[in-house]
């Protein structure tokens, strides 16, 4: 499911940066997945497991046709995973971050003001750890404020997806020698919702 929201949020960035378009639903589920801090189970941090249908879609689907990867958005997911390791061994930038959730959590803003403020914090931290994700895709769309917010947005919510699979227990390796695993489980997942 960690890994699910991570590939979701990366999908999600190329569709903006190269269509400026952004499924609403998606863009909820990563901020839901940003300010909630605590959760019982893995799937309340999405808001449910209908949230992460599609990057549990896509993982299935990477392991039947890998053809079908888009080479940019598997560098976003990499990246983020990378990211995700290094803020884990980052206690200032962790203790900063959340501590600002935790004000956003509170504060009931509206969604547009939410999205403004955890860009902020992004570029104000993660994007400061190197290497930077650079994002590719239309000038137009990249250069209007709106989306790029909103890139910023789906970037964090990738790599706080990141940190809870190294917190689960995932690691770059299992990706290379575990694939069969995560697709079967991806499917398991799925056919709760079919």
């Not at 590939?7 to 190269?18: E, F, K, L, S």
């Not at 959760?39 to 249908?53: H, N, P, Q, V």
Request: glycine share 6%; with cysteine; net charge positive.
């Amino acid at each position: 499911m960690a890994l699910a929201g991570v590939v979701q949020a990366c999908h999600q960035v190329c569709r903006v940066a190269g269509h400026g378009a952004s499924d609403e639903s998606k863009l909820d589920t990563a901020i839901h997945s940003l300010l909630t801090l605590e959760a019982e189970k893995t799937r309340d941090i999405f808001g449910s497991l209908e949230s992460i249908k599609q990057g549990l879609q896509l993982i299935k689907t990477y392991h039947i046709n890998p053809q079908l990867q888009d080479t940019q958005q598997t560098k976003y997911i990499i990246m983020s995973l990378t990211l995700g390791n290094k803020l884990m061994k980052n206690k200032e930038m962790l203790g900063k971050i959340g501590t600002r959730l935790e004000t956003l959590q509170d504060s009931r803003s509206e969604k547009a003001e939410t999205i403004a403020q955890l860009a902020d914090l992004y570029q104000k931290t993660i994007s400061l750890l190197t290497p930077r994700i650079m994002i590719t895709g239309s000038a137009h769309h990249l250069s209007q404020v709106q989306n790029a917010q909103v890139i910023r947005c789906y970037l964090f919510s990738a790599v706080r997806c990141a940190v809870l699979w190294y917190q689960l227990g995932g690691n770059r390796w299992q990706l290379l020698f575990k694939r069969q695993q995560y697709m079967q489980s991806a499917a398991g997942l799925l056919s709760h919702l079919d």
